[in-house]
């Protein structure tokens, strides 16, 4: 019932930009935190960066100062990502945490590379 849909990826040249949307539809109710995790080929899922319903961010060390979380609305969330690197390679997933549950979107392919 409820829907995470993320949307611009692409591949894009070492040390370009991307921004990724991610809008949740659907019965919700609440909102504690949401966030973005990829996950790159042989490797494991990773926290990228989560904001809180107060606003409140983090980010992982390996993006930090390059990648920018925001909120735009109650249920939709962005990531803006700077200074690509090759390493960030990877299927990104947005994610929304409830008091109750947790919702993952389909993900969407983010390529770095010459």
């Known amino acids: 019932q409820v829907q995470l849909v993320e949307s611009g990826g692409g591949s894009v040249q070492p040390g370009g930009s991307l921004r990724l949307s991610c809008v949740a539809s659907?019965?919700?109710?609440?909102?504690?935190?949401m966030g973005w995790y990829r996950q790159a080929p042989g490797k494991q899922r990773e926290l990228v960066a989560h904001?809180?319903?107060?606003?409140?961010t983090s980010y992982a060390d390996s993006v930090k100062g390059r990648f920018t979380i925001s909120k735009n609305a109650k249920y939709a969330v962005a990531l803006q990502m700077n200074a690509l690197k090759p390493e960030d390679t990877a299927v990104y997933y947005c994610?929304?945490?409830?008091?109750?549950?947790?919702?993952w979107g389909q993900g969407t392919q983010v390529t770095v590379s010459s």
């Open positions: 904001i809180t319903a107060g606003g409140s």
């Open positions: 659907g019965s919700i109710f609440s909102v504690n935190v």
């Open positions: 994610k929304l945490v409830n008091e109750y549950v947790s919702w």
